[in-house]
């Protein structure tokens, strides 16, 4: 038996995310938790002596084509359609010129890789294009982040939802043909595995959970008066923060019509919305949402109670999460969500929606509460829950809860084991 104490040679993985460079600026539209988890997957799983490298497309002129992150990590951007930004629904366009030039390189470098990882319905794509054309036989491991018909069913009882859209029927056929030809699935939450074999009619066996994590270095305690001075959060407000993209289905609207029944209660009350683009163009995708938040923030008084910080360095927020009461991640859909899990490793309780792998990361009552999507009513009162305990009264939880469940090189670990018994699985 291979295990990971006897790898003979180390193992070389090709991993592929399309849209999400695991090196672009977060916060911004579409660079969120996919390029966070690829980044941190990649170079955990480099530390354990593993090579990777990631393929991406080149999405700017000016970005190098290769960036070597360490001996064994390396960011590899692939020509597909120009070199500027493309909405990531028209990868679909590119998809073949991206496939043709990572055959290129991979022929041309002659490196034997193990396994495949695809992440995104694109990248499955590419990866099953891939598989066929290399002769070694190269098991296929697929994570979704997100799938087409679970997002739909999310919101559409919040928003109209286009389901005859050409787009979404090549997805959902995508995501069936994926999960049917893959070799494996990697499900971020139990929630993702039940959902991913009721909707692609697989078997579970087919399905490993490996949650994503935090880096303990990054996200952790630091002290509460120290961090609000830090971050310049005052004392004897009640702090509430919001991290993540300025999008409309992240439920920051709910949030502020929330507020406006906690400022009643602590008038003292500031919530902090930390996320946006720092480009020009990012800038622009987000524009009309923040325009429109803050209308309703006008409308409802509450405009003074709330301060817009912009995108943050993902090294800095342990000292927002850690000067804050609490965290809301208020989301109508969220696969998996990972800023409730960067909160709780700060200590911080979490009251995140019922929805997606939300309702496996918070436990409701000790790390925080679940709310329903889209209640603001139901929302505020968890807020105040929590205001009024405090959040000593939850912080143990939320450090246990990650420790055991969301470190990064436990998960790599999981990870490296996975491979070599799916290598191990094909000889
Ligand atoms: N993030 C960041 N700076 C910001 C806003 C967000 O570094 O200004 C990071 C955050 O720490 C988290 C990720 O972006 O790791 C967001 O991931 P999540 O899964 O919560 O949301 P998604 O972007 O996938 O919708």
């Known amino acids: 038996m291979c295990s990971e104490e006897n790898t003979f040679h180390p193992l070389r993985i090709l991993l592929i995310s399309d849209h999400a460079d695991p090196l672009a600026e977060i916060g ?11 980044f941190y997957l990649a170079r955990f799983l480099s530390r354990l002596g593993i090579y990777v490298d990631v393929y991406t497309r080149w999405d700017r002129k000016n970005k190098k084509e290769v960036i070597k ?26 998809l073949d010129e991206f496939v043709k030039n990572i055959l290129k390189r991979v022929k041309k470098e002659k490196i034997n890789y193990d396994i495949i990882h695809s992440n995104y319905w694109f990248s499955g794509l590419a990866g099953l294009k891939i598989k066929k054309k290399i002769k070694k ?49 990697v499900a971020t939450s139990p929630v993702d595995k039940n959902n991913i074999s009721k909707f692609f009619k697989i078997g579970k066996e087919k ?8 880096d303990k270095k990054i996200f952790r305690p630091i002290n509460e008066k120290r961090a609000k001075k830090l971050v310049r959060f005052r004392g004897e407000a009640k702090n509430i923060l919001y991290v993540g993209r300025i999008e409309w289905r992240k439920g920051i609207g709910t949030l502020i019509y929330a507020l406006k029944k906690i400022v009643k209660y602590y008038p003292n009350t500031k919530l902090y919305v930390i996320g946006g683009g720092k480009s020009k163009s990012a800038r622009k995708l987000e524009e009309a949402e923040l325009e429109r938040l803050q209308k309703i923030a006008a409308e409802l008084q509450v405009e003074n109670n ?3 910080l912009g995108a943050k360095k993902q090294k800095h927020l342990c000292r927002y999460y850690s000067a804050s009461d609490v965290c809301v991640v208020p989301s109508y859909y969220e696969p998996f969500g990972i800023v409730p899990v960067e909160s709780m490793a700060c200590g911080t309780p ?20 679940l709310a329903e999507p889209r209640n603001y009513n139901d929302l505020a009162n968890k807020i105040i ?5 405090g959040k000593d ?16 090189e436990k998960i790599a670990k999981k990870y490296q084991t996975y491979f070599n018994q799916l290598i191990e699985k094909d000889k």
Request: positive net charge.
């Open 393 to 408: 009264f939850y912080k143990s939880n939320c450090l246990e809860r990650i420790d055991k469940n969301f470190i990064w």
């Open 28 to 38: 911004s539209k579409e660079a969120g938790g996919q390029n966070i988890y690829v």
């Open 137 to 185: 036989h190269l098991p296929l491991v697929h994570v979704y982040h997100s799938i087409g018909q679970v997002r739909f069913n999310a919101l559409k009882n919040y928003k109209l939802q286009d389901v005859n859209n050409e787009l979404f029927k090549i997805r959902e056929k995508s995501e069936k043909e994926i999960a049917q030809n893959a070799d494996a699935i």
């Open 306 to 308: 709330i301060i817009f």
């Open 69 to 94: 992150i360490n001996s064994h990590f390396r960011v590899i951007r692939v020509e597909a359609g120009p070199k500027r930004y493309i909405p990531r629904d028209n990868f679909l366009d590119v």
């Open 350 to 369: 979490v009251i995140a929606s019922r929805t997606g792998g939300l309702k496996y990361s918070v436990i409701d009552g000790k790390t925080g509460y």
């Open 207 to 214: 399905i490993k959970v490996i949650t994503i994590g935090i």
């Open 385 to 389: 829950e929590v205001l009024k305990k």
